[in-house]
């Protein structure tokens, strides 16, 4: 795998190779061996394990009540129909 650097990192490279008198090559081997995994853990993202999404979870005990509004509209709804309709006959 080839890479292209930075002007300062390929000078920071060839300062270190002349001062340790190792290649480039095996100061970048060097480095990414020793650094890459705090690297990786300190960039890497935390998800938080219980929620998936960011949308708050509804407090306690507000579903039941939603879903207990929601079926009294819906028996108003259908009361009120077939109130309306009137009484059935063989002649429609």
Known sequence: MS????????ELLSKGARRTRQKKQA?????LRRHLP???ERESLKVPAGRVTSVA??????LTKAYSRAGKSDDNAEASAAAAQGKPSWGD
């Open 57 to 62: 979870p509804w407090p306690r005990g507000a």
């Open 27 to 31: 100061l970048v081997r060097l480095t």
């Open 3 to 10: 890479i292209r650097l930075d002007e300062d990192l390929n």
């Open 38 to 40: 705090e690297v990786i």
